[in-house]
């Protein structure tokens, strides 16, 4: 039996519970094998700033291509021989990987990634990032109704951990 000491202490934070900090994010695409998931590396709403932008590419032979600019990336979807949009050269898994090679983003594609993304897409924002509850030591725990919190990692607004949990008895 492992035994740790927790440290109950009375609420010190503005929001309702203790919250961890995320990651801004955008989706792009469709199906199970055609979503693009992009997140910004950062955590809080500085991610929220920036945006993606799909266009199509024009010309013969293209490839798809992913680029940063000024808290905007811009996807150009790649072309065939005869100039119309590839199916081949744009397929979730392929962008994916082109964005997750820009310095601070991460994407992922669902399922196998081979459904194509098949048309521009408007400039898009990300959205979602959020900074976290500071803790000043691990182990804290905060009873906010109905919930206990527990800071298992301690750490300022882009480096804690709570974990929420309700006792049981047995």
Same mark, same amino acid.
């Given at each position: 039996?492992?035994?740790?000491?927790?440290?109950?202490?009375?609420?010190?934070?503005?929001?309702?519970?203790?919250?961890?900090?995320?990651?801004?994010?955008?989706?792009?695409?469709?199906?199970?094998?055609?979503?693009?998931?992009?997140?910004?590396?950062?955590?809080?709403?500085?991610?929220?700033?920036?945006?993606?932008?799909?266009?199509?590419?024009?010309?013969?032979?293209?490839?798809?291509?992913?680029?940063?600019?000024?808290?905007?990336?811009?996807?150009?979807?790649?072309?065939?021989?005869?100039?119309?949009?590839?199916?081949?050269?744009?397929?979730? +898994?392929?962008?994916?990987?082109?964005?997750?090679?820009?310095?601070?983003?991460?994407?992922?594609?669902?399922?196998?990634?081979?459904?194509?993304? +098949?048309?521009?897409?408007? $400039?898009?924002?990300?959205?979602?990032?959020?900074?976290?509850?500071?803790?000043?030591?691990? $182990?804290?725990?905060?009873?906010?109704?109905?919930?206990?919190?527990?800071?298992?990692?301690?750490?300022?607004?882009?480096?804690?951990?709570?974990?929420?949990? +309700?006792?049981?008895?047995?």
């Amino acid at each position: 039996m492992t035994y740790q000491e927790w440290i109950l202490e009375t609420k010190w934070f503005p929001e309702a519970n203790p919250v961890n900090p995320k990651y801004s994010s955008i989706s792009i695409g469709s199906g199970d094998n055609g979503v693009v998931t992009v997140s910004y590396g950062i955590t809080g709403t500085s991610g929220n700033d920036y945006s993606l932008e799909v266009v199509a590419g024009s010309g013969l032979n293209i490839a798809m291509t992913a680029t940063i600019t000024d808290k905007k990336i811009t996807i150009t979807l790649g072309t065939d021989g005869a100039g119309a949009l590839s199916a081949t050269k744009n397929t979730a +898994t392929l962008i994916a990987t082109a964005v997750d090679a820009l310095n601070g983003f991460n994407a992922v594609a669902s399922g196998t990634g081979v459904t194509a993304i +098949t048309g521009a897409i408007a $400039n898009a924002n990300f959205s979602g990032g959020q900074y976290g509850t500071p803790c000043p030591e691990q $182990n804290v725990l905060v009873y906010a109704t109905p919930y206990y919190y527990l800071c298992t990692i301690a750490g300022n607004k882009d480096d804690v951990e709570w974990k929420r949990f +309700t006792p049981s008895t047995y």
